[in-house]
């Protein structure tokens, strides 16, 4: 199986900076792309940042200009820079990796088991 494992999370003031690290393991053929989510509580899970093999990083935008996303594709491993944080940053992140274990089947979506990001005022 895949397993991904994030960590990096934990309690900062407003206006500080933390660094997410989520790597992917296991049985592992290929890596379709990788991506961060977010979820706060009593709200949906959403989008924070996504990483293509070979393509753009794309980001929500309530994150852009204060998040960078990267991802070193030979380690299977991707980052999540986060600076000048805010209270409404605050919410459990989600490392999402949409994998190959053999080439006789199509990619699916597997999420790590997430890591807590609380930002005080």
């Known amino acids: 199986q895949v397993q991904l494992v994030e960590s990096g999370g934990g309690l900062v003031q407003a206006g500080g900076s933390l660094r997410l690290s989520c790597a992917a393991s296991?049985?592992?053929?290929?890596?379709?792309?990788m991506g961060w989510y977010r979820q706060a509580p009593g709200k949906q899970r959403e989008l924070v940042a996504t990483?293509?093999?070979?393509?753009?990083?794309n980001y929500a935008d309530s994150v852009k200009g204060r998040f960078t996303a990267s991802g070193d594709n030979a380690n299977n491993t991707v980052f999540l820079q986060m600076n000048d944080l805010k209270p409404e940053d605050t919410a459990v992140y989600y490392c999402?990796?949409?994998?190959?274990?053999?080439?006789?089947?199509?990619?699916?979506?597997?999420w790590g088991q997430g890591t807590q990001v609380t930002v005080s005022s």
């Open positions: 999402n990796a949409a994998v190959k274990i053999s080439s006789l089947f199509a990619a699916r979506d597997y």
């Open positions: 296991g049985r592992i053929f290929s890596i379709n792309d």
């Open positions: 990483i293509p093999r070979g393509g753009s990083t």
